[in-house]
């Protein structure tokens, strides 16, 4: 099943994510974790992509669409992968498109975790990461409002999104995102029934 995890910095993605590929037994493409350790690592992508993050702004595409594509194009997402972090503009998003269906392939389903704005700064004022002071965080927000919320719509209107209420325990809403990935189990059967692209997956 290839899955994508939409929410704003904050949102508890990161949990949630753990238990997905558990679920699912799939890999983890975190552009954000791919990011952190090319900068650990030295590498050129890493020194660049560094500037951007410290100023909680988004890295430019070059660098994201190349990570990316290199471990989408890897053995082990042939079955499916879960998705945290990209795509988040609309441009990523066509990319990302154009990237799948070259191989015969598409996005099953999007999960957004909502959360509400002043939810997600009480959390991070109780956690920390370099790149979480409040100047920063707030920047990171503004562009989660300004670049990835339209994503939703873009989802909404291939009939490929869900929405999460990202309030509560992480297994109550792990509950609510398992809720989501029975629906597009089903719509997967439906489509693919209607000669629509994409076979049933086996059963998780
Ligand atoms: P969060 O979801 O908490 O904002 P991530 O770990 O997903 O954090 O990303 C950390 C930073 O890495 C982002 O603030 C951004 O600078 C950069 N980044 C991650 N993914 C992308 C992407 N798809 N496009 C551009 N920049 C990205």
Known sequence: MRIILIGPPGAGKGTQCQKLVEHLRVPHLST???LRAAV??????GVQAAASMEQGQLVPDPIILGMVTKRLEAADCRDGCLLDGFPRTLPQAATLDELLERQAMSVDGVIELAVPR?????????RKRADDNPEIFAKRIASFEVQTAPLLDYYHRQGKLASVDGLGTADEIFERVQAALERFARDRHVRARQGRRDPPWPEV
């Not at 002043?118 to 109780?126: I, K, N």
């Open 32 to 34: 954000g974790e791919m």
């Open 40 to 45: 650990r690592a030295g590498t050129p992508e």
């Open 118 to 126: 002043d939810e997600l700064v009480r959390r991070m004022l109780a």
